[in-house]
């Protein structure tokens, strides 16, 4: 028996009430009056930044408008024109370094923590964490109240990979100092479509 395994069952001999699991179909989660100025409210609460898409608006415009001294644009959607790199044409991640803003696309955005469902739809998905900035298109008919309704929606490609995205990267772990762009993007702009 592995100590693993020794440790284990010693907690088990000492089990003296046991309980079932609980029934996750029973918890609905939080509902909020309006879905989307929730969603808008919590991105800004967690330092991302929303931009509505007007009518006959130009996405590249409106990138390019975000972001006037970015270099180096990564995106394989096609509608993103003013891309110079794609991430599924690139010999290795390392070739994303130095990317001023990356460009996904996002299945469905969740109101209660602004995260953003974006399956890998990009051979290399470094392009979601290497970017100094991220910008998430999504569907503004595609937010949910809670994570409840979002885990049931996770669904995955053949890459069989999926992250959700809230906000930028942060941390403060040393000295109780902010730090932005710890881990993954500085910044973070939801763009609703």
Known sequence: ??????????YRKNVKQKFDMPRLDDIKGIKYPDTLKQFISMTETVGGKVRELKPNEDINEVIRDLYPDAKEIAS??????????????????QALNGTDVGVVKGVFGVAENAC???????????????????????DKKEVVDNMHEAYKRISFNDYGYGSFISGPSKTADIAQVLVMGAQAARSATVILI
């Open 116 to 138: 953003v469902w974006i399956p890998q739809t990009m051979m290399e998905k470094a392009v979601c964490f290497i970017s100094e900035n991220l910008v998430i298109l999504l």
């Open 1 to 10: 028996m592995s100590k693993k395994e020794d440790i284990l069952s010693k």
């Open 76 to 93: 394989n959607l096609p509608e993103i024109t003013i891309a110079t790199r794609n991430p599924d044409t690139i010999g290795s991640p």
